[in-house]
């Protein structure tokens, strides 16, 4: 997990945060063993900003990578920040229920949780047939 942290602090530091100047990075390990990471990008129209967890999610996809198997969250607050709920969503379009999901501050301070646990009930492939 301590490459995971590694990823996500590095990668923080390329956040693109002057609105809020609330720097996140997130890294995904995968089934595979390959990590992926990505920063909060932000836009002066706040809709259209990317969160940290999504711009992981999409470097995974790019590479041709499917399956989250870990997830490490850290972020520049006082305590530990859980991701937001689209990426909560997000995260579980490519993990399981029993995914590890660390959130952190730079301080290292740790929480950790199942992806089942930060969304129960999770909208899934299997609402989808008829």
Do not use: W
């Amino acid at each position: 997990m301590s490459d995971l942290r590694e990823a996500a602090v590095k990668v923080r530091e390329n956040a693109h945060a002057p609105y809020s100047e609330f720097k996140v990075g997130a890294a995904i390990r995968t089934a595979s063993g390959a990590v992926f990471s990505g920063c909060n990008v932000e836009n002066i129209a706040y809709p259209q900003g990317t969160c940290a967890e999504a711009g992981a999610i999409a470097a995974m996809v790019a590479a041709g990578e499917r399956e989250i198997a870990e997830v490490y969250v850290v972020a520049g607050s006082d305590l530990p920040v859980t991701p937001c709920g689209g990426c909560r969503q997000k995260l579980a379009e490519f993990g399981g229920g029993d995914v590890t999901v660390v959130m952190a501050t730079v301080g290292g301070e740790e929480q950790q949780m199942t992806l089942g646990d930060l969304l129960p009930g999770a909208f899934g492939a299997a609402h989808m047939k008829g």
